[in-house]
C-alpha cells in the first residue's frame, strides 16, 4: 500500500482517519484494483480529499486534468465543484478513455466532466479560456511540456498540482540509469524550482505531489 515515502502503518493510519469517499467511488476503486492494470496509478482516496480541499479553497470554473486512466480522479474532483464549473480531462489510451466515460456515465459528477481523447498537448492549446486548476498526472516523459503549455493557461490564482513528483523517494536518492520517468521527475522538479514564473512546494502525500502557483 505504502509508495515508501512513509512506514506502512502511518500510511494505514492516514488512510483510516481519511474521510471515506461515497459508495460508489469506494465500488469503482475497488473494481479499478481488480479489473484494470497499472492499478497503482488510482489516486485514491487521500489524495482524492486533497484535490477536493483545493477545488473547496480555490472554487475554480475551469479544472484541467492530463491522465484521465479510470476516471476516479476527475469525478472526485468534479463531486467538488461550485455549480456551474467543470472538468475537463484528457486521455491519450482509447481503452482507457472508453472506461472512464462509463464511470462518467453512471456516477454523480460525471455530467461535470469533459472527456478529450488525444494528445494532451492539442487539447490544451486548443484552450481559451484560463484554468484554475490543473492536475498532471500523465505520462512522467511529458511532465515539463505539459508544464510549460499550462502554466500561460493559468488564471491569475490558478494552481497545478503535480503527481508523483518525489517517484517513492527515489529523487531524492541516486536514480538508475534505466529509470527514465524517474529521471524524468527530477528533471521536472528541478525545472519547476528554477522557474521565476511560479512558487512550488512538493508535499509527501503518497508518491509526492507538488503544489505549484504563479509567483
Not at 11 to 36: G, N, S
Not at 95 to 123: C, H, S, W
Request: include cysteine; glycine fraction near 8%.
Amino acid at each position: 500500500m505504502s509508495p515508501g515515502l512513509v512506514p506502512e502503518a502511518v500510511e494505514a493510519y492516514i488512510l483510516a482517519h481519511t474521510t471515506p469517499m461515497p459508495a460508489p467511488l469506494r465500488e469503482l476503486e475497488a473494481r479499478v484494483r481488480a479489473e484494470l492494470s497499472a492499478s497503482q496509478m488510482l489516486s485514491g482516496p487521500v489524495e482524492g480529499r486533497l484535490l477536493q480541499a483545493l477545488i473547496h479553497l480555490a472554487r475554480p470554473e475551469v479544472v484541467l486534468e492530463l491522465g484521465t486512466y479510470s476516471g476516479y480522479s476527475a469525478l472526485v474532483m468534479a463531486q467538488a465543484l461550485p455549480e456551474g464549473a467543470r472538468v475537463i480531462t484528457c486521455e491519450l489510451d482509447p481503452e482507457r478513455a472508453a472506461f472512464a466515460a462509463e464511470q462518467f456515465a453512471a456516477i454523480e459528477g460525471g455530467d461535470r466532466v469533459d472527456l478529450r481523447v488525444g494528445p494532451a498537448l492539442e487539447t490544451i492549446a486548443q484552450l481559451t479560456e484560463p484554468v484554475d486548476l490543473v492536475f498532471i498526472d500523465a505520462d512522467k516523459g511529458g511532465y515539463v511540456d505539459y508544464y510549460e503549455a499550462v502554466v500561460p493557461k493559468l488564471s491569475d490564482r490558478g494552481m497545478i498540482v503535480a503527481d508523483n513528483t518525489l517517484w517513492s523517494g527515489r529523487v531524492a536518492g541516486e536514480l538508475e540509469p534505466d529509470d527514465t520517468s524517474g529521471q524524468a521527475i527530477a528533471a521536472f522538479n528541478d525545472h519547476v524550482l528554477a522557474d521565476p514564473r511560479t512558487v512550488c512546494v512538493p508535499l509527501s502525500v503518497r508518491d509526492g505531489v507538488t503544489l505549484i502557483r504563479r509567483a
